[in-house]
């Protein structure tokens, strides 16, 4: 009689094989559907199809271009071992102070296309619906808040939070405002400019003060490109609103 360990043990060549067949199929498949999902985003954001393939690419290929804004200079204080010896104390480490350097950037798929085309979005919202800027006001402020409040700086990495969160807000929040039918059409552009704003404004911007604690060569706001959280939140945000 087999054994089930034995019985498993056979199998796992098969399973190992379904799994990395898997594997490769999502891998091939997910740069499409995410295409096909910024595609539909964009569309719902009033751009023509031309302009809107150039966003894509923009976004895409900006990934790799960063712009430096300025070089923030700090002390950081390292143990040197195995020090020198002192009576009572026996062998004390030396603390030696180094100057590190953190470049400020800004991303160009990351952040300066996604803010221009949120620039667009506030003029359709201006002309289709000059009412429903409070909507984009007050959904904007209250993704500024929730990033700004779950944003956390971590050491060696930057400015993180939950990537969902922001899209989460600015559509839940632009739903509940603009309920009325006769708001379709900047639905999708006021998430858009909110999902945009949390992650700069909230997560980025006014957390750069929190930047003289965590020690990166380069911080690029936007600097992740295609999948960084403004884009991610501003293009989910306008998909599924």
């Known amino acids: 009689m087999v054994s089930r360990r034995s019985l498993l043990a056979q199998r796992f060549p098969l399973i190992g094989i379904v799994v ?3 594997v490769a199929v999502t891998m091939c498949v997910w740069p499409f559907a ?3 999902a910024m ?3 964009l569309d719902k954001l009033h751009l023509h199809w031309v302009i809107g393939y150039g966003v894509m690419i923009g976004i895409v290929s900006g990934g790799f271009v960063n712009f430096p804004l300025y070089r923030l200079e700090r002390e950081v204080e390292q143990v040197e ?4 010896w002192r009576r009572w104390l026996g062998r004390v480490p030396l603390v030696r102070r180094t100057k590190t350097e953190t470049i400020i950037a800004v991303n160009l798929g990351g952040c300066v ?8 979005e506030l003029l359709v919202v201006a002309l289709n619906a000059p009412r429903a800027l409070w909507a984009v006001a007050i959904a904007s402020l209250a993704n500024i808040a929730v990033c700004y409040r779950t944003a956390r700086p971590i050491q060696g990495l930057g400015i993180a939070m939950p990537a969902v ?3 989460a807000v600015s559509v839940g929040v632009t739903w509940l405002l603009l309920m009325n039918s006769d708001y379709d059409l900047v639905r999708a552009p006021t998430a858009f400019i909110a999902g945009v704003a949390g992650p700069l404004i909230g997560a980025d ?3 750069l003060r929190d930047i003289s604690r965590i020690s990166v060569g380069v911080l690029s706001i ?3 490109g295609t999948f960084d959280g403004i884009v991610l939140s501003g293009m989910l945000a306008a998909l599924v609103a």
């Open 113 to 120: 296309i996604p803010l221009a085309l949120a620039c667009f």
């Open 34 to 36: 995410l295409i096909k």
């Open 165 to 167: 969160l922001p899209p």
């Open 81 to 84: 071992a195995p020090g020198r």
């Open 39 to 41: 595609h539909t985003a």
């Open 205 to 207: 911007l006014l957390h």
């Open 20 to 22: 990395a067949v898997i």
């Open 222 to 224: 936007g600097g992740a």
